[in-house]
């Protein structure tokens, strides 16, 4: 506990009695600039790369670029409209080296609950000015959940680069909401979209924003019940998200790359 940016006690007690922990200032605004051409430079370079349809998952429409290994996020009213990309730090050597940034590592380890860590998967946010949508109330444990045996250890670090408030669609979370584990989806609701939660099922009265100013990380575990409304604002809300796990553990890249080789390795019998 000697290592820099660890959580203090108070933090502690508000990651186990909230579910999460805000803090300010984690990154000056040249760094939060430098951060913002990063994700830029990274839409730029998969717009320019090979294209293939959209496709439209429960509340989400998907571009699956397989030549590069990752997902374009379209926003589903506006689907010109980059709404994020997931995972990228195969792809963007600056963005894997922020990841690292001991600013965001050592914390983690008290939210992940061991020393040993490495990345599960990453994404951006980038919630344009007017056209930024919905990101629906959820946890992120379902999705992940058949994917690795730790899903109920990943955390996340949500990093703002640009003022993050209510009008241009910061971070909404219910407070205490993960100590209940995960619960039901969408039962109406067939495949992607069943992990997306009912906001007339659950209490709406609990949600909060966390407003704060770019530079801010919040923390925060796989059941934290979570969303953020539309951008209505004239500037952008762009923010970066690094999910870490138990180190030992393959990424969600080296999951998706094994699959796909079972996946060959299985119609090539078939075929023979």
């Known amino acids: 506990m000697s290592e820099p940016f660890r959580l203090n006690a108070e933090e502690l007690r508000s990651l186990n009695e909230d579910g999460y922990v805000l803090r300010h200032n984690v990154f000056s605004p040249s760094e939060c600039r430098q951060m913002a051409e990063d994700v830029e430079q990274l839409e730029r370079d998969c717009l320019a790369a090979k294209r293939n349809d959209k496709i439209v998952y429960g509340s989400y429409m ?144 609990t949600m909060i924003p966390v407003e704060a100013k770019a530079g801010a990380v919040v923390f925060f575990g796989a059941f934290l019940v979570h969303r953020s409304l539309p951008n209505r604002s004239a500037k952008d809300r762009r923010a970066l998200l690094y999910s870490y796990q138990p180190g030992g553990y393959p990424s969600g890249v080296e999951i998706n790359r094994l699959l796909a080789r079972a996946r060959r390795e299985q119609t090539t019998v078939l075929a023979n």
């Open 62 to 205: 998907f571009e699956i670029q397989r030549d590069l290994q990752l997902a374009v996020k379209w926003e589903p009213n506006n689907p010109d409209v980059v709404q994020g990309i997931e995972p990228f730090a195969h792809v963007s050597k600056p963005l894997r080296d922020w990841a690292h940034d001991p600013r965001l590592w050592n914390p983690s380890k008290d939210v992940v609950g061991q020393d040993d860590l490495n990345l599960f998967t990453e994404k951006t946010t980038m919630k344009r000015a007017h056209t930024g949508g919905t990101i629906v109330l959820h946890q992120d444990y379902p999705y992940w959940r058949n994917m690795t045996k730790v899903a109920h250890k990943i955390m996340t670090a949500l990093i703002y680069l640009d003022d993050a408030t209510v009008e241009n669609g910061c971070l909404e979370v219910s407070p205490g909401s993960h100590r209940d584990g995960m619960r039901m989806g969408r039962k109406m609701v067939d495949g992607f979209g069943s992990n997306e939660l009912d906001e007339a099922k659950f209490d709406m009265h």
